[in-house]
């Protein structure tokens, strides 16, 4: 039986819309509005298709264009982004647990996967992968953001602090290239670091993970997520 009350007589948006619904959910959550531009961005596609979609979207209700601060999820859209964050996320911990997939390849197969998943099936993958509260990469389900409320990025952690990485954002997952590093370097949920200088004249950070030492980017490292004063 579903742990949700929420309906689900809407039908279900196409793969497409659900790419758009889930990249907004995540947009609106973190960074408070939803940038057409930025979204053309992260989806791959020219603005011009992002204003089409937007009509489409607006025309079946799961987004509002109306108020003065942009465009916003509608409740069924809202709804909707939340039930393809889930099958994404499920996808992702199966392909992690069960197949063995590389973390910095998850992301783009659920991508794949994520939107053929019937209310069933996804209850069912809740239930054996232990009804998680954050993704692989740490990304809270929604409802559960209650859980990564305490990390911070890891730009705000002073010189010499001992942290724990928990979350590399969503949006980072987005990046092939970023994720790899990342997963080659040994920064992960889990890792232990130290931040051992920052130059902001530079934008960038040094961190040290056991023997090793690496060098981030800002933009980069606001991507991480860590755990403050685990062991003070
Ligand atoms: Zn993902
Ligand atoms: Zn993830």
């Given at each position: 039986m579903p742990h949700t009350g929420k309906p689900e007589n809407q039908p279900r948006p196409t793969p497409t819309v659900e790419d758009y619904l889930m990249t907004m959910y995540v947009m609106e959550r973190d960074y408070g509005e939803i940038i057409a531009a930025r979204l053309a961005e992260m989806l791959n596609v020219a603005p011009a298709t992002v204003a089409m979609t937007f009509r489409r979207m607006e025309r079946d209700q799961w987004?509002?264009?109306?108020?003065r601060h942009g465009v916003h999820l509608t409740e069924t859209g809202r709804a909707a982004a939340s039930s393809v964050i889930r099958r994404h996320m499920l996808t992702e911990w199966l392909l992690v647990k069960v197949l063995k997939v590389p973390i910095h390849k998850t992301h783009d197969e659920a991508h794949n996967i994520?939107?053929?998943?019937s209310p069933e099936l996804e209850e069912r993958m809740r239930e054996s992968l232990g009804d998680p509260q954050v993704c692989p990469h740490g990304n809270p389900f929604p409802g559960a953001e209650e859980v990564t409320r305490g990390w911070v990025p890891l730009t705000e952690v002073p010189v010499g602090e001992k942290v724990v990485v928990r979350r590399i954002h969503e949006f980072a997952e987005n990046s092939p290239e970023l994720l790899t590093f990342l997963v080659e370097q040994g920064i992960l949920p889990g890792s232990q670091t130290e931040v051992i200088e920052t130059l902001p004249f530079n934008q960038t950070l040094t961190i040290r993970l056991g023997e090793k030492q690496v060098t981030l980017g800002y933009p980069a490292a606001r991507f991480l997520f860590v755990e403050r004063a685990v062991s003070a």
């Open positions: 987004l509002t264009g109306k108020g994520e939107h053929a998943i």
